[in-house]
């Protein structure tokens, strides 16, 4: 009898071949949903597949410099403070180049000469050449700054000025900061970081995050540019997205079809909710720059229709997070305690769930508010009542982002959870009976759930398996350490060694 208990303990780490059964048949279930869902989907990307043409599209691109304009790049060797008028090479110039070296702003007797002052940088050309005198834009001299060692892109306007070079226009022109080397040194650390935590389900989830900006550059915004439904173009690119994600990332499972059929209910709830709000709260982007240069682009491109596809596209992540960390829940609370009803294996996936929703909700809403800051800033200077700042244009769009989004993410983990409970009960998984080993209580999930379940299953073996060491409770199953049974087992031993002595 030990030694069935103890061939059955050894088993749980690997599914028995009943298992194995049952998780086909539960793939087989979920297949017969998704599989049609699939298919309706790529025939739909397939008929709304942009063409690529621009016809119709009158832009100037301010990237796109004039013949004999060119964009260079350089690092500051030195920063001046003079008069705007003397924008020239001057020998002046190259002698603060010298002095300044330090990075210290010269504010001498160019100060003093009157007129409006302008921040200089004198910059070395990456191409190579002579140091140039590049004007700064007087917006980031009085925000941010520049500093010596910094790498600019700036304008080069000496080829076409000519003649006219010393007249008092500026022949080099600050245009951005570069900023290569910081990102990518970013982005490495950050696909180390994942890959090193994660392992290979972490590089997969960075090769899956890869496909899914190639839908959204292929196909999403190339669509809304040609003026195609923005509704049907995000339902359809979203779910794209998250079809290739959630299966490359995590792999094909019924764990995996579950939480793609959650993410797609949730995703049709946030498209419904988005498509209303966009016209009943007359979201129409007025008063943003972006908005208004791409209404002049084309009379095809709607600002309305990028906003209700901004709104699902926003909150593909999170809910991604929540579908499959709720599906994850459930069958490990399922293969713990293979007994225990529906209602009691939903009730305890949900009190995971509802710990996710609390915090995943200040996750969007913070998120929002970040993004946004400049804007509440100016809200908040303006000083006008909050109902009003709330629904502002300039806030409008925030606070309904995160309405919707947070709706559909809500409303996306019960059914996410009934999903899984109903297609766990319908396989009929029972791997630790299967096993030899002893199921857990339905009662034991009225606990915190997954770990005091997973604290009778570990040991659930025969006595003569356990160390010496390991203390049972008063039925006989031992207390995993630190758990409520285990201090509750350790203060009776102790009352009863007291009374002994």
Same mark, same amino acid.
């Given at each position: ?7 059955g303990?050894?088993?749980? *780490? ?9 998780r ?46 060119? +964009? ?10 003079? *008069? ?41 050309? %990456?191409?190579?050449? %002579? ?9 980031v ?5 520049? %500093? ?34 910081p ?21 997969? #989830? ?7 900006? +190639? ?18 173009? #995000?339902?359809?690119g ?15 499972s019924?764990?995996?079809s579950?939480? &793609?059929?959650?993410?797609?209910f ?12 966009? %016209?009943a ?32 596209? *926003? ?11 709720? *599906? ?17 294996? +939903? ?33 908040? &200077? ?7 700042? &709330? ?9 309904i ?5 947070s ?21 009929g ?21 997954? &770990?005091?379940? #997973? ?47």
């Amino acid at each position: 009898m030990g030694h069935g208990h103890s061939h059955g303990h050894s088993e749980n *780490s690997e599914p028995t071949p009943q298992a194995i059964a049952s998780r086909k048949r539960a793939n087989w279930i979920l297949a017969a949903i998704l599989v049609p869902v699939g298919v309706l989907t790529l025939v739909a990307m397939m008929v709304l597949w942009p063409s690529g043409s621009r016809e119709g599209i009158t832009f100037s691109s301010p990237y796109q410099p004039a013949p004999g304009v060119t +964009f260079d790049t350089g690092r500051i060797q030195s920063v001046v403070v003079e *008069s705007c008028t003397q924008t020239g090479q001057s020998n002046t110039g190259q002698g603060n180049t010298g002095q300044s070296n330090t990075g210290q702003t010269d504010t001498g007797q160019n100060s003093q000469s009157g007129g409006s002052q302008c921040t200089f940088a004198f910059t070395e050309p %990456d191409k190579g050449g %002579d140091v140039v005198k590049v004007v700064i834009n007087p917006d980031v001299a009085m925000s941010h700054g520049v %500093d010596v060692g910094d790498s600019i892109r700036y304008l080069n306007l000496s080829a076409v000025q000519g003649a006219s070079a010393g007249s008092g226009a500026p022949a080099y022109v600050f245009v951005d900061f570069v900023r290569s080397i910081p990102i990518a040194l970013l982005a490495v650390l950050y696909a180390a970081v994942v890959i090193a935590v994660a392992r290979w389900r972490g590089f997969r #989830a960075l090769l899956g995050l890869v496909g899914a900006y +190639f839908v959204l550059v292929s196909f999403i915004l190339p669509g809304l540019v040609e003026g195609k439904p923005p509704l049907l173009l #995000a339902l359809v690119g979203s779910t794209v997205i998250m079809i290739g994600v959630l299966y490359f990332a995590h792999g094909f499972s019924a764990r995996t079809s579950t939480a &793609l059929l959650g993410t797609i209910f949730g995703l049709s709830i946030t498209a419904l909710l988005a498509a209303w709000a966009t %016209d009943a709260a007359n979201l129409a982007g007025v008063g943003n720059h972006d908005a208004s240069t791409l209404v002049n682009m084309s009379p095809q491109i709607s600002i309305s229709g990028i906003i209700l596809c901004g709104l699902i596209i *926003s909150g593909l992540g999170v809910l991604n997070d929540v579908t499959i960390t709720q *599906s994850s829940a459930v069958w490990e609370l399922y293969e713990l305690a293979p007994n225990t009803s529906a209602r009691k294996l +939903f009730s305890s996936a949900m009190r995971i769930g509802r710990d996710h929703i609390a915090s995943t909700v200040y996750t969007i809403a913070f998120a929002y508010a970040g993004a946004a800051l400049p804007i509440l800033i100016i809200v908040m &200077l303006y000083d006008r009542p909050l109902a009003e700042a &709330l629904t502002s244009a300039e806030l409008s769009e925030e606070v309904i982002r995160t309405l919707v989004g947070s709706i559909g993410l809500v409303l996306a983990i019960p059914v996410t959870t009934l999903i899984a409970v109903l297609v766990v009960k319908a396989t009929g998984i029972k791997r630790l009976a299967a096993a030899g080993g002893a199921s857990v209580s339905p009662d034991e999930l009225r606990d915190t759930g997954s &770990l005091a379940a #997973a604290a009778v299953v570990a040991g659930s073996g025969s006595e003569d398996t356990h160390d010496a060491d390991t203390r049972l409770d008063a039925h006989g199953k031992p207390a995993r350490p630190g758990s409520r049974r285990a201090q509750r087992e350790a203060e009776r031993r102790g009352g009863s060694t007291d009374n002994t002595t």
